[in-house]
């Protein structure tokens, strides 16, 4: 493909931590949590804080991303684990799906050190816009259905596999652009933008966002831009990026956490008539030419250009349903082998019925699998890099 892949717009280093049920019995019990404490939304300051929020967030069986005091308080946390050091941030996540898949991209980064140097495959370049090293870790706690925590007055027991990041990240907050992001735009076929969720500094935001667009003013005028959106430190600060960026935006995707979380209510994912409810009323608030919506279940988009994006879409989910199956060292091979196998009957109800009632959107149903020990990390990173993968693949075959 002669047409470059930019993805930005901040990686991270990521500590995975490897779930086991007995460290955190015993965290629990040496910091005496009791099950009314359980809160997701307070303010996350040492090693019982964070306890705290990843014990609530495992009792709801939710993902979600929050905000720490201090690398300190993650380094502190993650030593009484087993973890391993990835490398994250939606733009990198996407690319290393995109080079499994044969297809190279160019990074936009914003922190470097040498994890980075070591983990990023030689398929996928990079500009920076950092002077010196730092390393500011990313906590990730995945963990599974029936997860199982003994507390002193009752027991925590997760009714869902999902995952959870933990950050203080200084370099992503000032999302610093590299003086080559214009120049790496020239030639770009797509362009992915994410990572202003943790930016919580808003005339700093409002300052990147005019960089954005100017550099932007360097994309041929064919080509795709995708901006993913995620758990924002600060949630009127979502606003604030789609008033500057949403008329540039080709696809505007988010998971199924973070519509709740904009509706302000739970959906029932499989009940046509709260799906419809809901997507029409995302659309509302995110006018989008394609809003696209990825769940567990499907992933539907919504809009007046959603029909163009089919192929990319179920490129997306069949990506997303590999890496939930064999986790980070996907293989083509392996994305096929999971297009023979099932889809989610609820889901491929839930998309007829949608199709049939709004004429402005289209779906696919996600794979039901049935794993052992299932990946949940970067689930969405993985969805977009599929996504995108499936939108180079439309282009040539035209």
């Known amino acids: 493909m002669d047409r470059t892949l930019v993805l930005g717009l901040g990686g991270t280093v990521d500590y995975e931590l490897r779930w086991d049920s007995s460290v955190f019995d015993r965290l629990a019990h040496a910091h005496g949590v009791r099950r009314h404490e359980l809160t997701t939304t307070a303010p996350i300051t040492d090693e019982r804080s964070l306890l705290v929020a990843v014990l609530a967030f495992v009792a709801s069986g939710t993902g979600a991303e929050r905000f720490v005091a201090s690398s300190e308080v993650i380094e502190e946390f993650v030593s009484h684990f087993e973890f391993a050091i990835t490398l994250g941030g939606t733009g990198v996540r996407a690319g290393l799906v995109l080079d ?19 983990l990023l495959p030689a398929g996928i370049s990079y500009v920076c816009s950092a002077t010196e090293d730092t390393l500011d870790p990313h906590l990730i706690v995945q963990y599974p259905v029936g997860a199982h925590v003994r507390l002193t007055d009752g027991d925590v027991l ?9 950050a203080n990240d200084p370099p992503n907050r000032r999302m610093l652009l590299s003086a080559d992001l214009p120049a790496s735009l020239s030639d770009a076929g797509v362009f992915l933008v994410s990572g202003f969720n943790t930016m919580q500094d808003h005339d700093l935001l409002e300052q990147r966002l005019i960089e954005v667009q100017r550099a932007m003013q360097s994309l041929p005028g064919d080509a795709l831009v995708y901006y993913e959106d995620a758990g924002f430190y600060t949630r009127g600060f979502a606003e604030t990026v789609r008033a500057r960026l949403l008329p540039q935006i080709d696809v505007y995707g988010m998971n199924e956490d973070e519509l709740q979380e904009y509706l302000g209510r739970s959906v029932n994912l499989l009940d046509p008539s709260d799906v419809i409810r809901a997507l029409r009323e995302a659309h509302m608030i995110i006018p989008a030419r394609a809003l696209v919506v990825h769940t567990r279940h499907w992933a539907i988009a919504v809009g007046p250009d959603a029909a163009r994006h089919r192929a990319a879409l179920d490129s997306a989910v069949l990506v997303a349903a590999t890496r939930y199956r064999v986790g980070d060292g996907l293989t083509a091979a392996d994305v096929d082998d999971t297009a023979d196998m099932p889809r989610h009957g609820g889901g491929e109800a839930l998309v007829s ?13 996600a794979f039901s699998l049935d794993v052992p020990t299932p990946t949940t990390v970067g689930l969405g990173d993985t969805f977009v890099g599929g996504f995108l993968a499936g939108a180079v693949r439309s282009k040539e075959t035209v």
Do not use: K, T, Y
């Open 353 to 365: 019925a949608i199709e049939a009632a709004l004429p402005d959107c289209v779906g696919v149903a």
């Open 100 to 118: 499994a898949l044969g297809i190279p991209s160019v990074q936009h980064l914003v922190s470097i050190d040498d994890n980075v140097r070591r």
């Open 158 to 166: 997760s009714p869902a596999p999902n995952r959870l990041i933990f």
